[in-house]
């Protein structure tokens, strides 16, 4: 189906999504001289701005830690994965998988940035009030169910260490991807044992993918 058609979007400027849908990888290839990475840029401090507003306006008790944490449930990576398989955002997308050999996590990566992108593209041609309309319908609804896209395991692995008396430490192993979409390996120690692996788009990322593997290994989760 035509993307205008799909999201009832009458576009002033259809540039803008041509934009939001292009990786860097298909710009390259195709000699473009733009892709989305800066309406994802745009989309991402739209997405936290609104979702900010409706946090703070929900929760008029809650502080500024607890509002942050609940911010960063819904605008983690899962969850901008789950945005943008729901709309099928990944059927309008360009990129040149075999010329740049992306690997399949980057792949994964590229449909979180879609949403970003495809966000900045409506708030660039739509305005903010017909964007918060489409993030309300989207996402809001997600809060009202308080779904859970995002589990701090460092934190509980953290816990459960200083319970110990255990030393913890993280440590890079590897770092590979193109400039603008790298991928990073991260290894935890407990007292210099290595627990786990993670892989992530960005350290932190990692990190919470190594935790979760070593809670595993500590048959402290499933």
Do not use: W
């Not at 709309?87 to 996590?105: A, F, P, Q, R």
């Amino acid at each position: 189906m035509n993307l205008f058609e799909k999201f009832s979007i009458e576009p002033n400027n259809k540039d803008y999504y041509k934009m939001a849908f292009t990786h860097g990888s298909y710009a390259t290839v195709h000699g473009l001289k733009y892709d989305y990475e800066r309406l994802e840029f745009l989309g991402d401090s739209i997405l936290n701005m609104l979702v900010s507003e409706y946090l703070y306006k929900k929760y008029p008790k809650y502080g500024e830690g607890k509002l942050t944490k609940l911010r960063a449930n819904f605008v983690c990576q899962s969850a901008l994965i789950q945005y943008s398989h729901e709309l099928g955002l990944k059927d309008y997308l360009k990129v040149s998988v075999d010329e740049m050999k992306l690997t399949d996590n980057e792949v994964v990566s590229i449909t979180s940035d879609l949403f970003e992108s495809f966000l900045g593209a409506l708030f660039l041609d739509q305005g903010l009030a017909f964007t918060k309309r489409f993030v309300a319908k989207i996402i809001f609804r997600y809060i009202d169910e308080e779904k859970i896209f995002f589990y701090d395991y460092k934190s509980s692995i953290k816990e459960f260490c200083d319970a110990q008396e255990t030393k913890i430490h993280y440590e890079l192993l590897e770092e590979h991807g193109v400039p603008h979409d790298k991928t990073f390996v991260m290894a935890i120690y407990l007292d210099d044992i290595k627990m786990g692996e993670g892989i992530g788009k960005n350290k932190k990322e990692a990190e919470q993918a190594a935790a979760k593997i070593a809670m595993k290994n500590l048959h402290l989760i499933r």
